[in-house]
């Protein structure tokens, strides 16, 4: 599973359902840099998850229509007014051809405070 710790100001005021998730060539790092260019963001929904502290996962799966020739190394999530939240690395990549599709199954994206 991905794994993750956020703040809890984040947990709390922007992690309550739905986040919009991105896929990157690259180390987003603080900012959400290297995004995919032409694949878009896709909103996701989480499990709430047990009060303020815990994990919550994603309740759906996340889909990717029509990828470029690439390899995915890194994801980011996005707040809903299009804020940075945070970025993870994909372990192993995925390769993809163009054409292809991309999904992130239920419960593969954990967020968790520590």
Request: glycine fraction near 16%.
């Amino acid at each position: 599973m991905l794994g993750m710790v956020l703040q809890e100001r984040i947990m709390n005021d922007a992690f309550g359902l739905f986040v919009n998730v991105s896929l990157h060539d690259g180390d987003p790092g603080r900012n959400g840099a290297s995004e995919i260019a032409g694949v878009g963001r896709q909103a996701a929904r989480f499990h709430r998850g047990d009060g303020a502290r815990g994990s919550r996962q994603n309740a759906e799966e996340v889909r990717f229509t029509n990828m470029p020739d690439i390899t995915v190394t890194h994801f980011g999530l996005w707040g809903a007014s299009g804020e940075f939240l945070w970025g993870g690395a994909f372990e192993p990549k995925m390769k993809y051809g163009a054409g292809d599709a991309a999904w992130l199954p239920v419960g593969s994206i954990s967020v968790s405070l520590g």
